[in-house]
């Protein structure tokens, strides 16, 4: 895991050779919303995915808060997602302009670097990845499984329900990275269906575990 670099994000955007790599790991796996030149599957290290950011805008209101996906350190983690690259002057800023709306401005997200390592084991390379600490004001932590399935069951904004941000993150990593095993999305997503009478939700469901007192334990070590 690398340190933080706030203005990194910036600098793409400026520099006219240089490419924009993006590591998604939440919505932008399926719904990027800006062009790219391509794009691969991998994963980054030293991070694991939480619901621990509140949404006031997209999936949820200043009333009722959803919850979207964060990174938060973990020494033995590992996050399965899409490392999207962006090339030419046109494209990069439309996404630098789009992303810095979406995820800094409303979302309260910063940008780190880290590594990806692309999953045909091709040499790692230096990505951008949108991260929200417990610094921002929308930043809600840690709850139970229970009580973070009622609050997103509970909870919608100008994108959609904030139950359809959970269940199509984890069909996307489902269908097309079985590499991953995120217990806490596959989890909470259980708990979702569980509560919803979706049939799709429902035959989704299946298969699912909840997640151990050993899991829970090691967020608390983490977080």
């Given amino acids: ?6 203005e990194s994000f ?3 955007h400026t520099c006219v050779n240089c490419s924009l790599r993006l590591f998604g790991y939440g919505s932008l796996l399926w719904k990027p919303d800006f062009e790219y030149s391509d794009s691969r599957i991998g994963f980054i290290s030293g991070y694991k995915r939480r619901f621990w950011q509140g949404s006031d805008v997209h999936r949820g209101t200043d009333t009722q808060k959803g919850r979207v996906a964060t990174l938060v350190p973990s020494k033995t983690g590992k996050v399965w ?3 999207f690259e962006v090339n ?3 494209q ?3 996404a630098y302009g789009g992303l810095t709306q979406r995820e800094v401005t409303l979302g309260g997200y910063d940008v780190v670097k880290t590594s990806f390592y692309p999953r045909d084991g091709s040499r790692p390379v230096e990505v951008e990845v949108f991260v929200a600490t417990r610094k921002n004001r929308l930043f809600l932590g840690k709850a139970s499984l229970k009580v ?3 609050q997103i069951m509970s909870a919608a904004g100008c994108a959609g329900s904030n139950a359809e941000y959970i269940i199509k993150t984890a069909e996307f990593l489902r269908a097309n990275i079985p590499e991953e095993t995120d217990r806490h999305l596959f989890d909470l997503c259980k708990r979702i269906c569980d509560l919803s009478n979706d049939i799709k939700c429902l035959q989704m469901d299946e298969g699912c575990t909840e997640m151990d007192q050993l899991d829970e334990e090691s967020d608390l070590e983490d977080s």
Avoid: F, L
Wanted: hydrophobic share 35%; aromatic share 4%; charged share 40%.
């Fill in 1 to 6: 895991m690398e340190s933080d670099d706030t």
């Fill in 10 to 12: 910036s600098d793409y």
């Fill in 81 to 83: 997602g899409m490392m």
């Fill in 88 to 90: 030419g002057a046109e």
């Fill in 92 to 94: 990069k800023r439309k």
């Fill in 148 to 150: 973070m399935a009622m």
